[in-house]
């Protein structure tokens, strides 16, 4: 794949930084990053790059699939029948040595869980998947409770990103192909969550560019990581916007506990993780990444 990219875009830079300022399109090559200039590339070949990067990419098949066609390749081509949806990416690895059954995983998902309408692979290991979701319901639940049988049954494990809720017109690939930049970016930095959305990624992504050049957020990470449960602590209580008593829950200890780790906290880094400025800045810091 290197190769490939190189033969492609020979002024491509490959290091183990993963931002090299606001100039480039940026994204994660095994263990290393790719970067390219932005002026260089279109925004037609950055969601074929963000394709190549994935891991055994077939381009052939997914133009196979209607919805394919028109979110890769020709935006003009609008699916009728749906005022608005929502994409639902999915990144598959395999626990086991047999190869997966894609149509049999895909009309599992179609079979159970009726607001998925239509789905095609672009990799043996990145799936999408369309939804229909008029009412703008929360569908994370039943989505994360059908992954987890999906998983066992079919020996693979997954972390997925549930899109916005958009309009079907023109506009959606471009708005699909930095959904799929928002989702390496995810995967890329190790989140926990197996499901994530727009609202759960956007302050760490939107930010980060300025996050990387802050001194003052690299120190507060640093504080931070070194605080056995730092990390956890400060996840658990954004997650729960503040709440003690949830965090508590989610951390498996005692309230009491919690208020000693958060004093402890606040003599070690200066965060009063009980007031939600605080609280913010912490988690800013604890997703900055730092420029190496």
């Known amino acids: 794949m290197e190769d490939l990219l190189k033969e492609l875009f020979p002024d491509g830079v490959i290091n183990h930084s993963s931002w090299m300022g606001n100039d480039y399109f940026s994204v994660p090559l095994e263990d290393r990053y790719m970067h390219f200039a932005a002026h260089t590339i279109s925004d037609r070949e950055k ?20 919805w ?14 749906y005022a608005r949806i929502q994409v639902l990416q999915v990144s598959l690895k395999h626990t ?40 703008f319901f929360d569908l994370t639940a039943e989505i994360e409770g059908l992954l987890n049988v999906l998983d066992d049954d079919f020996g693979i494990r997954t972390s997925v990103y549930l899109g916005q809720n958009w309009e079907v017109d023109s506009r ?9 930049n928002i989702f ?87 965060l009063n993780l009980k007031k939600m400025d605080d609280l913010l800045l912490g988690y800013l810091a604890l997703h900055a990444r730092v420029r190496e």
């Open 172 to 180: 959606l690939p471009t708005l699909f192909a930095e959904e799929q």
């Open 184 to 270: 390496m970016d995810t995967r890329s930095r190790s989140q926990r969550d197996q499901i994530v959305t727009l609202s759960t990624t956007a302050l760490p992504h939107f930010t980060y560019e300025a996050a990387a050049k802050s001194p003052i957020l690299a120190t507060l990470k640093e504080g931070i990581q070194n605080i056995d449960g730092g990390a956890e602590l400060v996840a658990a209580l954004w997650q729960n916007q503040g709440n003690i008593s949830k965090a508590a829950a989610d951390l498996y200890v005692h309230r009491n506990t919690l208020q000693y780790r958060i004093d402890r906290f606040m003599d070690t880094v200066g």
């Open 47 to 66: 969601r074929l790059i963000i394709q190549l990067v994935q891991p055994d990419t077939v381009l052939h098949t997914s133009l196979k699939n209607i």
């Open 96 to 135: 086991e040595l047999e190869p997966l059954d894609q149509k049999l995983w895909l009309d599992a998902f179609k079979n159970t869980l009726a607001f998925v309408i239509d789905g095609f692979f672009i990799s043996n290991q990145y799936a999408v998947l369309i939804v229909h979701n008029p009412d």
């Open 68 to 81: 394919a066609h028109y979110l890769l390749e020709d935006a003009t081509a609008i699916p009728s029948g």
